[in-house]
T-cell receptor, first 114, second 113 residues
């Protein structure tokens, strides 16, 4: 069965600190896709990244970076030099190839204080 | 482009009432789905559709019906609302079954009294 675990329920940091959000997944498939979404206080869901299971290369986009490790079934998200605008709930999600059904983790609420 | 549009944004119902949550997308996406978001539980898939005329159940389908008569619209029906259906509902769409990122609507906050 597929499962996504985000063990960190809530994280609080002070602005400019680096923060890593953990995501551990379970799947029997060899081909699958992993996603991160951001949900700011306004409530909408914003797509951040999509990664397939054959691409373990880490990705950096500005202050955001993602570390995908198949050996530990993890897809962690790091925000460097956090800002107040990063305050949001962040969801990790998994889908198997050929289906767009997303399995979400329970989310991590990040609060960045000035 | 409007993207994915959900109406209404807020709704309060009494137990036993019925209602339809509307979802429309203007991106000609084949795949559409409904999720509900509850505190501490993330988002869970209710129903989904891979194209007009085709629907299937997700993880938590009980108490909900869907239909897909057009590519653009994917309404979610609550036949007899129950307090357990108090939640935030999100509609999403994506271009096909190649696991492209899904576009989400802004959500409908539904309270059942």
């Amino acid at each position: 069965a597929q499962k996504v675990t985000q063990a960190q329920t809530e994280i609080s940091v002070v602005e400019k600190e680096d923060v890593t959000l953990d995501c551990v997944y379970e799947t029997r498939d060899t081909t699958y896709y992993l996603f991160w979404y951001k949900q700011p206080p306004s409530g909408e869901l914003v797509f951040l990244i999509r990664r397939n299971s054959f691409d373990e290369q880490n990705e950096i986009s500005g202050r955001y970076s993602w570390n995908f490790q198949k050996s530990t079934s993890s897809f962690n998200f790091t925000i460097t030099a956090s800002q107040v605008v990063d305050s949001a709930v962040y969801f990790c999600a998994l889908s198997e190839a050929g289906t767009d059904k997303l399995i979400f983790g329970t989310g991590t609420r990040l609060q960045v204080f000035p | 482009n409007a993207g994915v549009t959900q109406t209404p944004k807020f709704q309060v119902l009494k137990t036993g009432q019925s209602m339809t949550l509307q979802c429309a997308q203007d991106m000609n996406h084949e795949y559409m789905s409904w999720y509900r978001q509850d505190p501490g539980m993330g988002l869970r898939l209710i129903h989904y559709s891979v194209g007009a005329g085709i629907t299937d159940q997700g993880e938590v389908p009980n108490g909900y019906n869907v239909s897909r008569s057009t590519t653009e619209d994917f309404p979610l029906r609550l036949l007899s609302a129950a307090p357990s259906q108090t939640s935030v509902y999100f509609c999403a769409s994506s271009s096909d079954r190649s696991n492209q990122p899904q576009h989400f609507g802004d959500g409908t906050r539904l309270s059942i009294l």
